[in-house]
C-alpha cells in the first residue's frame, strides 16, 4: 500500500511563498505520475499541477502557472511545489496525489489512486 505524507505549508501574506513536499512510502515499483490538487472552502477539488516520471514534463492549472514550480526527487519519492507570488484565492487545503502509472493525463483528470492526507494553505491579504 502506496502512503504519502506530505509537509510544508501554512500561512503566509500575499505575495509570499510557500514550499509543500510530499513523500511517498511503500511499493511504487516502476514509473508514476504525481501532482498536486487543491481544495477551496465550499469548492470541489481541483488540478493544481502535475508532473512525468523524468520530471521534465509538467503541467499547471491556467490560475497558477507562471508563479507555481512542481519538480520532484525520484530517489528521495519525493514531489515538491514552489509557490510564489501567492494570493488570497489560493487559500485551500492541498493534496499530493499518485498513480502508479506513467500517463499524467490521468492523473489530471482527478482519477487519483493514492492521495496525500492534505495541507493548509492560508494566504492573508
Known amino acids: 500500500q502506496v502512503q504519502l505524507v506530505q509537509s510544508g505549508g501554512g500561512l503566509v501574506q500575499a505575495g509570499g511563498s510557500l514550499r509543500l513536499s510530499c513523500t511517498a512510502s511503500?511499493?511504487?515499483?516502476?514509473?508514476?505520475?504525481m501532482g498536486w490538487f487543491r481544495q477551496a472552502p465550499g469548492k470541489e477539488r481541483e488540478f493544481v499541477a502535475t508532473?512525468?516520471?523524468?520530471?521534465?514534463?509538467?503541467r499547471y492549472s491556467d490560475s497558477v502557472k507562471g508563479r507555481f514550480t512542481i519538480s520532484r526527487d525520484n530517489a528521495k519519492k519525493t514531489v515538491y511545489l514552489q509557490m510564489n507570488s501567492l494570493k488570497p484565492e489560493d487559500t485551500a487545503i492541498y493534496y499530493c496525489?499518485?498513480?502508479?502509472?506513467?500517463?499524467?493525463?490521468?492523473?489530471?483528470?482527478?482519477?487519483?489512486?493514492?492521495w496525500g492526507g492534505g495541507t493548509q494553505v492560508t494566504v492573508s491579504s
Open positions: 508532473i512525468n516520471w523524468s520530471g521534465e514534463g509538467t
Open positions: 511503500g511499493p511504487t515499483y516502476s514509473y508514476y505520475a
Open positions: 496525489a499518485l498513480n502508479l502509472d506513467r500517463r499524467t493525463e490521468i492523473l489530471r483528470s482527478g482519477r487519483v489512486q493514492y
